[in-house]
């Protein structure tokens, strides 16, 4: 989606400078795993209008691979409007666009690492389905939960979320979506309800994230705005994961990389390169 955002920060009902930028969880992760210097593609659906060619220019800028994704000359470009204040909210106007038309027919076969969200499949019956075909397919998934309360209530959400993070070998959830969705108390408490994905990030905001029996801090940041710093921390994690680095070092690759979102307005902040993150370790 194009996304508008006041520049500086303040409530969107006092008008002013705005950005227009581009974002979206997945997307987000591509451009952050292209930056890190993985092989990246994204798969998805634009307008033919000024925002979709701006999401495919901006997009490929970072390295990404945008050739899987279809221009729909009847249905417009997705945007979404970010509201800082004591908490960001974020207002979404994307019923009816091009991405809500996505469907299982674009990806006929995968293979790899494949990124999802649980924002996807609450879009439209045919990106649930999208969403099936991937899981059901070959390819290795990493799934985050990404629960968005504008898209779909706690009841219906809840079980589909468990459903589909139950098939992903990959989960990232956070504990504050966990708690809403399923009443959780602590990580041990997603894994006991996620007991088949090989392995499950659960983030806890500014504190830290764990991955099993493995724990590491959060690292200081002067934020900026929050939004966007779940997906970067996803791509940092899952650079680990393809450079085979330990648990403690993917963690704490993920938090560097999440650094680099909450220090801007946008979702994609600038990276240094990877050799100096990884020295970072």
């Known amino acids: ?6 520049d500086p920060p303040a409530p969107l009902e006092l008008g002013g400078p705005m950005r227009l930028d581009v974002a979206g969880a ?4 591509a451009s952050y795993l292209a930056m890190l210097g993985a092989r990246t593609a994204w798969a998805s659906r634009v307008g033919d209008d000024p925002l979709g060619r701006l999401l495919l220019a901006r997009i490929g800028s970072y390295g990404v691979d945008t050739s899987l994704v279809e221009v729909d000359p009847a249905a417009p470009t997705g945007v979404f409007f970010k509201d800082p204040g004591a908490e960001t909210t974020v207002y979404y106007y994307r019923a009816g666009s091009a991405a809500s038309r996505l469907g299982p027919r674009l990806v006929p076969s995968l293979s790899g690492l494949v990124h999802l969200s649980g924002i996807t499949p609450a879009l439209s019956p045919s990106c649930a389905a999208l969403v099936d075909a991937v899981l059901d ?12 309360p504008a898209l779909w209530p706690v009841a219906t959400a809840a079980p ?5 993070a139950a098939r992903a070998d990959v989960v990232f959830v956070g504990l504050d979506e966990a708690r809403t969705l399923w009443g959780v108390a602590g990580p041990a408490d997603v894994r006991d309800l996620l007991p088949g994905p090989a392995t499950i990030v659960v983030k806890d905001a500014a504190k830290g994230a764990y991955c099993g029996d493995t724990f590491v801090p959060a690292l200081p940041v002067d934020v900026v705005e929050p939004v966007g710093a779940g997906d970067a921390f996803a ?5 680990g994961m393809l450079e085979d680095l330990p648990e ?3 963690l704490r690759l993920g938090h560097l990389v999440a650094g680099a979102a909450l220090r801007v307005t946008g979702d994609v902040g600038e990276l240094p390169p990877a050799d100096e993150l990884l020295g970072a370790l």
């Open 248 to 250: 403690p070092a993917r």
């Open 137 to 148: 397919s070959d390819a290795t998934v990493s799934f985050d939960v990404n629960y968005r």
């Open 26 to 29: 997945e997307s987000t992760v």
């Open 1 to 6: 989606m194009a996304l508008v955002t006041p």
């Open 160 to 164: 589909a979320l468990a459903r589909l």
């Open 235 to 239: 791509a940092g994690y899952l650079y």
